[in-house]
């Protein structure tokens, strides 16, 4: 992973200062004064990890039999029976990879049929997400958490033929969407994103009439508790949605009381049953959407759901008529369905002493690099072994903070940059010594006085249970997606690899690691 590129350089200020820092970390001033704890690991003392990661190895991607005929979106074949599914591994356990000298299935075998979604379903119910290759580690991360939930009942959808490929050699029940989709990160917001969001709705259409429950995932998010339990409870939803909402709505494990959701209904976690209404909604979305290619496909939703909103259809469910107003909609609670905001900000689930279901990336202001590194931060994203490897080891340290910057005063503009900076100016020494001895800095845990968001605000959401100071994201102080991008070593200097402030209590590191702390 590409490091980030001496940001300790604009930060000092000057070279003469950075080079100043360096010869104090020389004769050892600093490191005596600043409390540098160093956890070293050699590459080649390692032999074995106390997790075994064999499930991230590299497939071979270059395989015989694959047809690369051209398809629509999506990619669905009508027939019936078993015979489509020969030789795939729609029927293997998942994680059982195929044997590695038989000849992958021509692409054909991997369409979208009732028959395969009906192979994989569990009580009638099938979980969902899709993807291109460059969101490969994150379908492997959702895979992992379900099935590590007891939880098989799932597919994925491949947007481009590698990383169908890929998927299938690693045992993963995948089916192609015909999308002929970029390999590469297309960015959120851009028209390809778009298009992967219109992609959502075709599959939604596709898969209701096969008369099967769909949960519908975006690849961003996670499962912590299998979820399956909790969408039993409400039988009569057509649709369960979650939302934005950052404003607590019930204390329990209800569903969210629909009268107080302000915020958007998030189409990155939602529960369809195929009623007849979830049905009519699907198909009018997906006419809206192929109308106009400029509405948001969440926006297109909200619009069509939010025409008519109640009544409730009873004292009890907490679900109510929305749409057409014979459509029987739930909005899953924030506390335990949490935004990157309701989990990583606020802790709302841990404050209310419950339990959450899930964890979906919004909220947060670096991109696809963010997204990952929360989940870093959460000890909940599935790394390589190599990822818990790094050539010259590790560094970290311990933050000494005063309390008056931490707690005096109010929560302002001012006193949250006097935190903010402080901590800043830590950090630059400690990124000037990991550059020194070539070890990789493990950051240390951020404190803020004030949220980050992309609009004006009094300094946090008003009615939200954010605590102030607060543990706060990296990526609400700095920009991530620079500090892990590649950049010229002639204009930035040579790599400075960090690890999220978490990365050693991770269960997933290897006990050698932890031995050298």
Same mark, same amino acid.
């Given at each position: 992973?590409?490091?980030?590129?001496?940001?300790?350089? %604009?930060?000092?200020?000057?070279?003469?200062?950075?080079?100043?820092?360096?010869?104090?970390?020389?004769?050892?001033?600093?490191?005596?004064? =600043?409390?540098?704890?160093?956890?070293?690991?050699?590459?080649?003392?390692?032999?074995?990890?106390?997790?075994?990661? $064999?499930?991230?190895?590299?497939?071979?991607?270059?395989?015989?039999?694959?047809?690369?005929?051209?398809?629509?979106?999506?990619? +669905?074949?009508?027939?019936?029976?078993?015979? $489509?599914?020969?030789?795939?591994?729609? /029927?293997?356990?998942?994680?059982?990879?195929?044997?590695?000298?038989?000849?992958?299935?021509?692409?054909?075998? =991997?369409?979208?049929?009732?028959?395969?979604?009906?192979?994989?379903? %569990?009580?009638?119910?099938?979980?969902?997400?899709?993807?291109?290759?460059?969101?490969?580690?994150?379908?492997?991360?959702?895979?992992?958490?379900?099935?590590?939930?007891?939880?098989?009942?799932?597919?994925?959808?491949?947007?481009?033929?590698?990383?169908?490929?890929?998927?299938?050699?690693?045992?993963?029940?995948?089916?192609?969407?015909?999308?002929?989709?970029?390999? +590469?990160?297309?960015?959120?917001?851009?028209?390809?994103?778009?298009?992967?969001?219109?992609?959502?709705?075709?599959? +939604?259409?596709? +898969?209701?009439?096969?008369?099967?429950?769909?949960?519908?995932?975006?690849?961003?998010?996670?499962?912590?508790?299998?979820?399956?339990?909790?969408?039993?409870?409400?039988?009569?939803?057509?649709? /369960?949605?979650?939302?934005?909402?950052?404003?607590?709505? @019930?204390?329990?494990?209800?569903?969210?009381?629909?009268?107080?959701?302000?915020?958007?209904?998030?189409?990155?976690?939602?529960?369809?049953?195929?009623?007849? $209404?979830?049905?009519?909604?699907?198909? %009018?979305?997906?006419?809206?959407?192929?109308?106009?290619?400029?509405?948001?496909?969440?926006?297109?939703?909200?619009?069509?759901?939010?025409?008519?909103?109640?009544?409730?259809?009873?004292?009890?469910?907490?679900? =109510?008529?929305?749409?057409?107003?014979?459509?029987?909609?739930?909005?899953?609670?924030? $506390?335990?369905?949490?935004?990157?905001?309701?989990?990583?900000?606020?802790?709302?689930?841990?404050?209310?002493?419950?339990?959450?279901?899930?964890?979906?990336?919004?909220?947060?202001?670096?991109?696809?690099?963010?997204?990952?590194?929360?989940?870093?931060?959460?000890?909940?994203?599935?790394?390589?072994?190599?990822?818990?490897?790094?050539?010259?080891? =590790?560094?970290?340290?311990?933050?000494?903070?005063?309390?008056?910057?931490?707690?005096?005063?109010?929560?302002?503009?001012?006193?949250?940059?006097?935190?903010?900076?402080?901590?800043?100016?830590?950090?630059?020494?400690?990124?000037?010594?990991?550059?020194l001895l070539n070890r990789t800095l493990v950051m240390p845990p951020l404190w803020c006085r004030l949220d980050r968001l992309w609009f004006p605000h009094p300094g946090v959401l008003i009615g939200s249970m954010t605590r102030q100071p607060f543990l706060c994201p990296l990526d609400h102080v700095f920009e991530v997606n620079v500090m892990l991008k590649d950049l010229p @070593?002639?204009?930035?200097?040579?790599?400075?690899?960090?690890?999220?402030?978490?990365?050693?209590?991770?269960?997933?590191?290897?006990?050698?690691?932890? %031995?050298?702390?």
């Open positions: 992973m590409g490091g980030w590129r001496n940001a300790v350089q %604009e930060a000092a200020g000057s070279k003469p200062l950075f080079l100043t820092i360096y010869a104090t970390v020389v004769v050892g001033i600093v490191v005596s004064s =600043f409390y540098v704890f160093s956890a070293i690991y050699s590459p080649s003392a390692s032999t074995t990890h106390s997790v075994s990661t $064999s499930w991230l190895s590299s497939p071979p991607l270059s395989q015989n039999g694959v047809s690369l005929s051209s398809g629509q979106s999506i990619n +669905i074949s009508q027939s019936t029976g078993t015979a $489509s599914q020969h030789g795939s591994n729609q /029927l293997r356990p998942i994680w059982e990879a195929p044997p590695r000298t038989s000849k992958m299935p021509p692409l054909k075998s =991997f369409r979208l049929t009732k028959e395969l979604v009906g192979e994989r379903a %569990e009580d009638n119910v099938i979980i969902i997400t899709f993807g291109n290759f460059a969101f490969m580690d994150f379908i492997l991360t959702w895979v992992k958490r379900l099935t590590d939930l007891g939880v098989s009942n799932l597919l994925v959808g491949a947007m481009d033929t590698k990383l169908l490929k890929a998927l299938y050699w690693k045992g993963i029940p995948v089916f192609d969407m015909g999308s002929h989709m970029s390999t +590469i990160d297309v960015g959120w917001g851009s028209p390809t994103f778009h298009k992967m969001g219109r992609e959502k709705v075709l599959l +939604i259409n596709a +898969i209701l009439p096969f008369g099967y429950e769909l949960l519908m995932c975006d690849t961003d998010m996670v499962w912590l508790k299998n979820p399956l339990p909790y969408l039993a409870r409400y039988p009569d939803a057509d649709v /369960l949605t979650s939302s934005d909402q950052v404003v607590p709505t @019930v204390v329990d494990d209800r569903l969210a009381d629909w009268k107080q959701v302000g915020a958007a209904y998030n189409i990155g976690i939602f529960h369809w049953r195929p009623t007849a $209404s979830a049905i009519k909604l699907a198909k %009018e979305w997906k006419d809206m959407l192929l109308a106009d290619d400029k509405i948001w496909d969440q926006n297109g939703f909200n619009e069509l759901v939010r025409r008519q909103t109640g009544p409730a259809i009873d004292d009890d469910s907490g679900l =109510f008529y929305s749409f057409d107003g014979n459509l029987k909609l739930g909005i899953l609670p924030e $506390s335990i369905f949490c935004s990157g905001h309701t989990y990583f900000v606020q802790a709302m689930y841990e404050q209310l002493r419950l339990e959450p279901y899930a964890l979906h990336t919004t909220f947060q202001y670096a991109g696809t690099e963010g997204k990952r590194h929360r989940l870093r931060e959460g000890m909940v994203f599935y790394d390589p072994p190599e990822y818990y490897d790094a050539p010259g080891g =590790f560094l970290s340290f311990k933050p000494s903070i005063p309390k008056s910057l931490l707690l005096d005063g109010e929560h302002n503009l001012e006193s949250h940059f006097s935190l903010v900076n402080f901590q800043i100016k830590q950090i630059r020494l400690a990124l000037a010594i990991a550059s @070593v002639e204009e930035f200097g040579p790599a400075i690899n960090i690890r999220e402030y978490s990365f050693l209590n991770n269960p997933l590191l290897p006990q050698q690691v932890n %031995e050298y702390q």
